[in-house]
């Protein structure tokens, strides 16, 4: 069975740190996405990662696949406010699984 | 394009009640899901569809919840009867194809409270 464990549960921090989340699993993935949630609304995909080491930015966001692609991780630069949300990882072979997700704060 | 809908918005019941949710997908979507999401938590699997066929249920509580997709479209989700521990969002979302490499679309979500 496939299940995605991410770290931290939870996160707050000052606006202008940095952060990083990770999603791990004992299972090979052959692709990994990233979802960002916010309140009352369903999850919006941030990114694809599909080779083992990619490395994909999007802005201040930068994600990684591990070289395995057992695990992934994102990290955000200099966090804002409007970086505040509930971050998943998700993937799946046979059905299309979400991780136990990261909930981030940035406070002003 | 439009999105995945879902409806309702909001639903409260009481324990023991039914209820049912309804998901339209975006048109040409072959796989349908449905989750449950507690506040804060990663949304958990109940059921996926590939077109009209099952693909895994293996997490809904079948005693209690059912969930059809007819003619390989819209869905519906019920849960008979309902129980305190249900409370939670329900996300519909539908993807082109399986879900390797996929991108998932979703609904705004039904947003159940049991009392």
């Known amino acids: 069975t496939q299940l995605l464990e991410q770290s931290p549960q939870f996160l707050s921090i000052q606006e202008g740190e940095n952060l990083t989340v990770y999603c791990n699993s004992s299972?090979?993935?052959?692709?990994l996405q990233w979802y960002r949630q916010e309140p009352g609304e369903g999850p919006v995909l941030l990114v694809t990662?599909?080779?083992?080491?990619e490395v994909k930015k999007l802005k201040r966001l930068t994600f990684q696949f591990g070289d395995a692609r057992k695990d992934s991780s994102l990290h955000i630069t200099a966090a804002q406010p409007g970086d505040t949300g509930l971050y998943l990882c998700a993937g799946g072979t046979y059905k299309y699984i979400f991780g136990t997700g990261t909930r981030l704060k940035v406070l002003a | 394009e439009a999105g995945v809908a879902q409806s309702p918005r909001y639903k409260i019941i009481e324990k023991r009640q039914s209820v049912a949710f309804w998901c339209n997908p975006i048109?040409?979507?072959?796989?349908l899901y449905w989750y449950q999401q507690i506040l804060g938590q990663g949304p958990k699997l109940l059921i996926q569809f590939q077109n009209n066929g099952v693909v895994d249920d293996s997490q809904l509580p079948k005693d209690r919840f059912s969930a059809e997709r007819l003619k390989g479209v819209d869905s519906t989700l019920k849960i008979q009867p309902a129980k305190l521990e249900d409370s939670a969002v329900y996300l519909c979302a539908s993807s082109l194809a399986g879900p390797m490499n996929t991108e998932a679309f979703f609904g705004q979500g039904t947003r159940l409270t049991v009392v």
């Open positions: 048109s040409g979507h072959a796989t």
């Open positions: 990662v599909v080779t083992g080491g």
């Open positions: 299972s090979v993935f052959s692709s």
